[in-house]
């Protein structure tokens, strides 16, 4: 699986757009692109995948480059509720037969 | 989506002790997968585990100290064995639900003294 590479931390005030930028440099024809978050202790919570075009879903956006080396996932209006790390992994998809590669992730930190 | 259902959700357990960590899913998988996360950092896979067959470990997690248990397709069990305080951490399952999505569930919190 490609290595993905993700700021540590970063801010955002409440009700802006959160863009947190992922670079995945070494991505593979064949390999999404996953976003994760996870609230405090609470088990990772799936926020949307894609793998060239750009996905909206209820909860966030995701833009993919044309080189599809680096992608942006955007929560349009963060809440305070929002705050949280946020894990970008690259991976092929399969039948759920492989596990999940995490690295160290941002910490969004939504400010009031 | 997938539910995942996993006790208990924390416990404190003396140095020596073991202890089962369950996990149940809503759904019929092939797969389940066992992570722990250690304090402040990201998540590890410990194994995976394939109804039918002995769980796959990963590099620095053995069978004897982390047997896993698949007895059907919707449910498995990580034991934490003869803990210590290092063992003290976030373990987490997860398997597969529709569509090329992992889901997980909330996790067990455990503190080894």
């Known amino acids: 699986d490609a290595k993905t590479t993700q700021p540590p931390s970063m801010d955002c005030a409440e009700g802006r757009a959160a863009n947190l930028p992922c670079n995945h440099s070494?991505?593979?024809?064949?390999?999404?692109v996953y976003w994760y978050r996870q609230i405090h202790s609470q088990g990772p919570q799936y926020i949307i995948h894609?793998?060239?075009n750009n996905e909206t879903n209820e909860m966030a956006s995701l833009i993919i480059t044309e080189d599809r080396k680096s992608s942006t996932l955007i929560l349009p209006h963060a809440t305070l509720r929002d705050t949280a790390v946020y894990y970008c992994i690259v991976r092929v998809a399969l039948d759920g037969a492989n596990n999940l590669f995490f690295g160290t992730g941002t910490r969004l930190t939504v400010i009031p | 989506s997938a539910v995942i259902s996993q006790k208990p959700s924390r416990d404190i357990c003396q140095r020596g002790t073991s202890l089962t960590i369950q996990c149940q899913v809503d759904?019929?998988?092939?797969?389940m997968f066992w992570y722990r996360q250690q304090p402040g950092q990201s998540l590890t896979l410990i194994a995976t585990a394939n109804q039918g067959s002995e769980a796959t470990y990963e590099s620095g997690f053995v069978i004897d100290k982390f047997p896993i248990s698949r007895p059907n397709l919707t449910f498995s069990t990580l034991t934490v064995s003869n803990m210590s305080p290092e063992d003290s951490s976030i373990y987490l399952c997860?398997?597969?639900?529709?569509?090329?999505?992992?889901?997980f569930g909330a996790g067990t919190r455990l503190s080894v003294l």
């Open positions: 894609g793998l060239k």
């Open positions: 997860s398997a597969p639900g529709l569509g090329e999505i992992q889901y």
């Open positions: 070494t991505i593979s024809g064949n390999e999404y």
């Open positions: 759904s019929q998988v092939t797969m």
